[in-house]
């Protein structure tokens, strides 16, 4: 089926340890984004990429980094996970330019534990 | 700064009746997009619906329906004949103009539809 499917979908990391959260569309979208979803906050931008080749700060982004692979495919890292990166992550993309109107179709998480 | 405020954390409504979830926005930019997403408690982010700053008309999708009031900078939504599977949380969200690269989200409110 067509959509954004995120690996994996759970994880429990230990403090100070790496992981990398794969994500992968095959809607040809230009655009994909990471955001993270904290109980009573809502979901947060922690990067985007525009179209592939480029990658932006979100309102979140210390402690992360991104790597656009290709144009299907956005990577989001954990270097040295902490226990304030505990959260619910999201992969979302959209058509470039028309995030403003259509929205954005997100994969269905990945729940991250660090302890 | 942009800012989504959903100041309902909670709501109950009966089967079959009508119910507004409440947003309101703060933003200087001229031209943006609203939009609301639905969390069933499953986890996925669904679209719901979208408005443009331009439009005169307010939304309308199915049993969903965006109540736009730009002076008051309020963009309710409004879900008619409620039914069970309604039940699930809902964020509003905005993005701005240039692209709607940064779309950020309100909070959240749960809805929780009573048979």
């Known amino acids: 089926n067509a959509g954004v499917t995120q690996t994996p979908k759970f994880q429990v990391l230990k403090t100070g340890q790496s992981m990398t959260l794969q994500c992968a569309q095959d809607?040809?979208?230009?655009?994909m984004y990471w955001y993270r979803q904290d109980p009573g906050m809502g979901l947060r931008l922690i990067y985007y990429?525009?179209?592939?080749?480029?990658?932006d700060k979100g309102e979140v982004p210390n402690g992360y980094n991104v790597s656009r692979l290709n144009k299907r495919e956005f990577s989001l890292r954990l270097e040295s996970a902490a226990p304030s990166q505990t959260s619910v992550y999201f992969c979302?993309?959209?058509?470039?330019?028309?995030?403003?109107?259509?929205?954005?179709?997100f994969g269905s998480g990945t729940r991250l534990t660090v302890v | 700064a942009q800012k989504i405020t959903q100041t309902q954390p909670g709501m109950f409504v009966q089967e079959k009746e009508a119910v507004t979830l409440d947003c309101t926005y703060d933003?200087?930019?001229?031209?943006?997009?609203l939009f609301w997403y639905k969390q069933p408690s499953s986890g996925e982010m669904i679209f719901l619906i979208y408005q443009g700053s331009y439009d005169q008309q307010n939304a309308t999708e199915g049993r969903y329906s965006l109540n736009f009031q730009k002076a008051r900078k309020s963009a309710n939504l409004v879900i008619s004949a409620s039914q069970l599977g309604d039940s699930a949380m809902y964020f509003c969200?905005?993005?701005?103009?240039?692209?709607?690269?940064?779309?950020?989200f309100g909070a959240g409110t749960r809805l929780f539809v009573k048979a």
């Open positions: 979302a993309s959209s058509e470039a330019g028309t995030g403003v109107y259509y929205g954005y179709t």
């Open positions: 990429s525009a179209s592939e080749g480029t990658t």
């Open positions: 969200a905005m993005s701005r103009g240039d692209g709607g690269f940064k779309t950020i």
């Open positions: 933003t200087s930019d001229p031209s943006y997009g």
């Open positions: 809607m040809n979208h230009n655009s």
